[in-house]
C-alpha cells in the first residue's frame, strides 16, 4: 500500500462531498487509486448520516481504493485511519494529549480533532471511499462534544497536513495489508485507547450496553463485559465517564 503516497490527487475549491465525487467517479468507470481533496464541502457527512461542517480551511479528503479484500475488513478501515490521523496530530501537536476512542475518533484533550467516513462503492470489485476531514483552522461549534484544531497548538496548514496524512496512512495501510495483519494495527490503536478497564455504555441503533470495556476482538468489535455475558459490537456510540468527566472540567 506504499504506492498511496503515490496515488494522483484531484484537488477542488468547493465540493458537496469527496466521499461522494468517489462514489460518481466510479459510476462514471474511474477505478484507479485516487485522492480526491477539496478545500471546503457543502454536504460533508460523518458515521450514521450526521452532518459533517466542512468549511474552508480544513482538511478534507477521500481516497478512493480498490482492495482485494473481501467486504467484512471495512470496520477495520477507521482504526487504520484514526492511526494516520493520531500520526498528524503527533507532528503538528507533539505535546497534545492525544488520545483514540471507539471506533474512530482522534481526540486531543478529550476534544475531537477529525471526522472519518468510509464507504463501499463497490463490492465487486472492491472499492472504498475513504474520506477524513481534519480541522486545521478551526473547529465546528454548538456540537453534542467539544472539538478542537491543529492551530490551536501551532503554525498548520492545509497543504502540510495532507502530506503528512497521506504519508501517514500509505504506511497504516501497509501494516494492515488489507486485513493480514490487523493485529499490529489492534494493538497499535489499544495502545493509545480511552476507555480500557472502564464502566462504559455502547448504544446502537435498538439497545443500550453497559460493562466493563476489555478491548478490541480481532475484527474491530468492541469488547463489553456485563457480569457472566460478552457482547462484540462492531458499531454504536461509546459513552467514556472519565471522557464526560475530563471534558466537563475544560
Not at 17 to 35: D, I, K, M, V, Y
Not at 204 to 225: S, V, Y
Amino acid at each position: 500500500m506504499n504506492i498511496v503516497v503515490q496515488a494522483p490527487v484531484r484537488h477542488y475549491d468547493t465540493i458537496d462531498s469527496t466521499n461522494l465525487e468517489a462514489h460518481r467517479l466510479f459510476q462514471s468507470g474511474e477505478r484507479g487509486l485516487l485522492f480526491l481533496l477539496a478545500d471546503e464541502q457543502t454536504q460533508g457527512r460523518g458515521r450514521m448520516q450526521r452532518q459533517w461542517v466542512s468549511e474552508s480551511g480544513n482538511c478534507y479528503s477521500t481516497l478512493m481504493l480498490p482492495l482485494r479484500a473481501d467486504i467484512s475488513v471495512l470496520a477495520q478501515i477507521g482504526f487504520v485511519v484514526s492511526l494516520a490521523v493520531a500520526d498528524v496530530v503527533t507532528a503538528f501537536a507533539p505535546q497534545a494529549r492525544l488520545q483514540l476512542k471507539w471506533p474512530n475518533d482522534v481526540l486531543i484533550a478529550g476534544a475531537k480533532v477529525s471526522g472519518i467516513l468510509s464507504e463501499v462503492v463497490s463490492q465487486s470489485p472492491l472499492t472504498l471511499a475513504i474520506g477524513c476531514g481534519i480541522n486545521v483552522a478551526h473547529a465546528p461549534t454548538g456540537l453534542a462534544y467539544p472539538a478542537t484544531h491543529l492551530s490551536v497548538f501551532g503554525e498548520a496548514t492545509c497543504d502540510g497536513v495532507f502530506d503528512i496524512y497521506r504519508s501517514a496512512l500509505a504506511h497504516w495501510l501497509a501494516m494492515w495489508d488489507e486485513g493480514h495483519d490487523f493485529e499490529t494495527i489492534r494493538l497499535a490503536w489499544l495502545h493509545r485507547a480511552i476507555g480500557i478497564g472502564e464502566t462504559v455504555s455502547v448504544t446502537t441503533a435498538n439497545m443500550n450496553i453497559k460493562g466493563c470495556f476489555e478491548g478490541l476482538d480481532p475484527q474491530g468489535a468492541i469488547i463489553i463485559t456485563d457480569n457472566d455475558r460478552t457482547h462484540m459490537l462492531l458499531s454504536g456510540d461509546l459513552h467514556i465517564p472519565s471522557l464526560a468527566a475530563m471534558r466537563s472540567s475544560t
